[in-house]
T-cell receptor, first 114, second 110 residues
Framework: GAGVSQTPSNKVTEKGKYVELRCDPISGHTALYWYRQSLGQGPEFLIYFQGTGAADDSGLPNDRFFAVRPEGSVSTLKIQRTERGDSAVYLC????????????FGPGTRLTVL | RKEVEQDPGPFNVPEGATVAFNCTYSNSASQSFFWYRQDCRKEPKLLMSVYSSGNEDGRFTAQLNRASQYISLLIRDSKLSDSATYLCVVNSSGNTPLVFGKGTRLSVIA
């Protein structure tokens, strides 16, 4: 079946602009996670949804970052007033939502802020 | 101190060699442990879970020492296709965010 998909695969924007990154989880997966991976680092947690609600947003670096999942499926990560330090690969993962379920990652969106 | 620490490498080994990676974690409440593999410019993919009794999957063996908060991965008979970054991953319970190490880069050379 289809895996996690993310669009766009690459996004180049200018400092100060607004961007939206989209994640389509595996069908039927209730848990959805956003991570950010900078060069030479492992992925770092941003926010986790269980269904439509954000169960844990403790990883969001500041209030420029926001994410939604209005219907419990597709999620959008929104970044306002982008800064050069936001440049990274943004990874989305989903799982069935049970205590031992594996998280499956999408291919990521590579964001470059000029 | 980082929550999950790994030697970043790179480890450059010849084909057929045996190579071992180590990882330590700081959160004693961690309950689940994994090794993920990440190829260049690709997403992480689960290689194997790590169990307290140790587990093996073909050429790959994972060990966990809860007392020392230490995880290892052993790769026997290395193949060129094993070249990748290996990420040590923990979480406190199954349905919570994963905590990743920085990864250990492996290059297997012909």
């Amino acid at each position: 079946g289809a895996g996690v998909s993310q669009t766009p695969s690459n996004k180049v924007t200018e400092k100060g602009k607004y961007v939206e990154l989209r994640c389509d989880p595996i069908s039927g997966h209730t848990a959805l996670y956003w991570y950010r991976q900078s060069l030479g680092q492992g992925p770092e947690f941003l926010i986790y949804f269980q269904g439509t609600g954000a169960a844990d947003d403790s990883g969001l670096p500041n209030d420029r970052f926001f994410a939604v999942r209005p219907e419990g499926s597709v999620s959008t990560l929104k970044i306002q007033r982008t800064e050069r330090g936001d440049s990274a690969v943004y990874l989305c993962a989903s799982s069935l939502g049970g205590a031992t379920d594996t998280q499956y990652f999408g291919p990521g969106t590579r964001l470059t802020v000029l | 101190r980082k929550e999950v620490e790994q030697d970043p490498g790179p480890f450059n080994v010849p084909e057929g060699a045996t190579v071992a990676f180590n990882c330590t974690y700081s959160n004693s409440a961690s309950q689940s442990f994994f090794w993920y593999r990440q190829d260049c410019r690709k997403e992480p993919k689960l290689l194997m879970s790590v169990y307290s009794s140790g587990n093996e999957d073909g050429r790959f063996t994972a060990q966990l020492n809860r007392a020392s908060q230490y995880i290892s991965l052993l790769i026997r008979d290395s193949k060129l296709s094993d070249s990748a970054t290996y990420l040590c991953v923990v979480n406190s319970s199954g349905n919570t965010p994963l905590v990743f190490g920085k990864g250990t880069r492996l290059s297997v050379i012909a």
